[in-house]
């Protein structure tokens, strides 16, 4: 997701400094180069050890680090970043780049490289609200912002001021630096993909579903927004419960609650991505009320036949420019994937193995008219990235 990007962290000083190891981890885990600056508030909370010996880097402290200064100096230091990442940004560190006040080694580094800055802030609710700080945010409008979110803040209020979670801050900082080497390919088009399991009720407490966790498409939805696009991301029940940056979250259960949000938000798309595991069948007769056992000996149920959700937004009147569907099976994979491409008349599919719900990694097949591309094994992050390049190579070819 991330691999060999260089991502400068700068921590401010704040009790949520605590957080922004555990954001240090997940950069590593995928694949980032991570390096560090500290404010003196934020060593009264966490020492520099701490960075240290999670990136086996050296902690920048100092600007005035004679040592440093031979061999990285801040202007070094600023290029060498792909992303400068501030986290926690409090109110007195994000006062200070609004109004260009460079007296620590941080805001000297962000006045070496302000266009490419992402703000994590992290304060009281108040704090953040206030007036100061509303003024202060509008100066920054060049840097990217993520968070802050609602929730308890360490002085035990509530309201917005609470960092963002890592994995937030993890999907912002991928969306900031691929459109900073990349570009935003996607800007200007919506994108449609569902994702995860669907439940269908028997009675008010059972139900009948299947193990899908929704995590290969909510990887698509970060990718896609990340390339510029604007998401909406249908997810099922049990899915993730982290929204990924700068998407639009809708939350269904059944087979006919996802139909009914894939038709409204599908029409006249640019692309809509099936990768849910929709429920086959649901039940004719579901109960109002909880079924007691014991009541009878045996029990007869009647299953129907849920809508055919892809097949539907592939031949609806105001059709999305790309479909693609997936397909979990168990045997004969390519055969019957094909099959399933050509009846319900979609652009390309992705066949995998049914074993690949809820695991971290995915290997399969991708079809697209009369060709065949082995996937190989690989974490479902890559798969994603992997997929939203051949359906922006399959948008491209159609144009063409």
Same mark, same amino acid.
């Given at each position: 997701?991330?691999?060999?990007?260089?991502?400068?962290?700068?921590?401010? &000083?704040?009790?949520? @400094?605590? #957080?922004? +190891? =555990?954001?240090?981890?997940?950069?590593?885990?995928?694949?980032?180069? $991570?390096?560090?600056?500290?404010?003196?508030?934020?060593?009264?909370?966490?020492?520099?050890?701490?960075?240290?010996?999670?990136?086996?880097?050296?902690?920048?402290?100092?600007?005035?680090?004679?040592?440093?200064?031979?061999?990285?100096?801040?202007?070094?230091?600023?290029?060498?970043?792909?992303?400068?990442?501030?986290?926690?940004?409090?109110?007195?560190?994000?006062?200070?780049?609004?109004?260009?006040?460079?007296?620590?080694?941080?805001?000297?580094?962000?006045?070496?490289g302000p266009k490419k800055t992402l703000l994590a802030p992290a304060m009281n609710p108040e704090m953040w609200a206030s007036e100061a700080t509303v003024?202060?945010?509008?100066?920054?409008?060049?840097?990217?912002?993520?968070?802050?979110?609602?929730?308890?803040?360490?002085? &035990?209020?509530?309201? @917005?001021? #609470?960092? +963002? =979670?890592?994995?937030?801050?993890?999907?912002?900082?991928?969306?900031? $630096?691929?459109?900073?080497?990349?570009?935003?390919?996607?800007?200007?088009?919506?994108?449609?993909?569902?994702?995860?399991?669907?439940?269908?009720?028997?009675?008010?407490?059972?139900?009948?579903?299947?193990?899908?966790?929704?995590?290969?498409?909510?990887?698509?939805?970060?990718?896609?927004?990340?390339?510029?696009?604007?998401?909406?991301?249908?997810?099922?029940?049990?899915?993730?419960?982290?929204?990924?940056?700068?998407?639009?979250?809708?939350?269904?259960?059944?087979?006919?609650?996802?139909?009914?949000?894939?038709?409204?938000?599908?029409?006249?798309?640019?692309?809509?991505?099936?990768?849910?595991?929709?429920?086959?069948?649901?039940?004719?007769?579901?109960?109002?009320?909880?079924?007691?056992?014991?009541?009878?000996?045996?029990?007869?149920?009647?299953?129907?036949?849920?809508?055919?959700?892809?097949?539907?937004?592939?031949?609806?009147?105001?059709?999305?420019?790309?479909?693609?569907?997936?397909?979990?099976?168990?045997?004969?994979?390519?055969?019957?994937?094909?099959?399933?491409?050509?009846s319900k008349k979609v652009d390309a599919i992705y066949a995998n193995d049914v074993s690949n719900m809820a695991s971290d990694q995915s290997a399969g097949?991708?079809?697209?008219?009369?060709?065949?591309?082995?996937?190989?094994?690989?974490?479902?992050?890559?798969?994603?990235?992997?997929?939203?390049?051949?359906?922006?190579?399959?948008?491209?070819?159609?144009?063409?």
């Open positions: 997701m991330l691999n060999n990007k260089k991502i400068l962290i700068g921590i401010g &000083g704040g009790i949520a @400094v605590y #957080r922004v +190891a =555990e954001l240090v981890r997940l950069l590593q885990k995928q694949g980032a180069l $991570v390096r560090c600056v500290m404010t003196k508030s934020a060593m009264e909370f966490v020492q520099p050890l701490t960075f240290e010996a999670l990136t086996s880097e050296k902690v920048h402290t100092e600007l005035f680090d004679l040592t440093s200064e031979r061999e990285m100096g801040h202007i070094q230091l600023a290029r060498w970043a792909d992303l400068l990442v501030v986290a926690p940004a409090t109110a007195n560190l994000m006062a200070k780049l609004a109004y260009g006040i460079a007296d620590d080694l941080l805001t000297t580094l962000y006045q070496a003024r202060n945010r509008k100066l920054l409008k060049h840097c990217c912002f993520i968070g802050p979110i609602s929730g308890v803040v360490a002085c &035990g209020e509530k309201g @917005v001021g #609470r960092l +963002a =979670e890592p994995e937030q801050i993890m999907h912002a900082i991928y969306s900031a $630096v691929y459109a900073l080497t990349q570009g935003s390919h996607l800007a200007g088009q919506h994108w449609v993909i569902n994702a995860g399991a669907t439940h269908e009720y028997w009675d008010s407490i059972r139900f009948i579903s299947n193990p899908a966790s929704g995590k290969t498409g909510f990887a698509l939805a970060a990718c896609a927004a990340a390339r510029g696009a604007k998401v909406s991301l249908i997810a099922g029940p049990n899915t993730p419960t982290l929204t990924p940056y700068r998407v639009q979250r809708y939350d269904v259960v059944s087979a006919n609650d996802m139909l009914h949000a894939s038709h409204s938000l599908a029409k006249n798309a640019d692309a809509f991505v099936a990768s849910a595991a929709v429920g086959d069948f649901s039940f004719k007769e579901p109960l109002k009320h909880k079924f007691k056992r014991g009541q009878q000996k045996t029990i007869n149920v009647t299953l129907q036949n849920n809508p055919d959700i892809v097949k539907h937004i592939a031949q609806m009147t105001q059709r999305p420019k790309a479909v693609i569907a997936f397909a979990a099976e168990t045997e004969k994979h390519i055969e019957y994937a094909t099959k399933k491409m050509l097949f991708w079809l697209q008219g009369q060709q065949c591309s082995e996937v190989p094994v690989m974490d479902k992050w890559q798969l994603a990235s992997w997929l939203v390049d051949a359906i922006m190579r399959l948008k491209k070819n159609e144009k063409e």
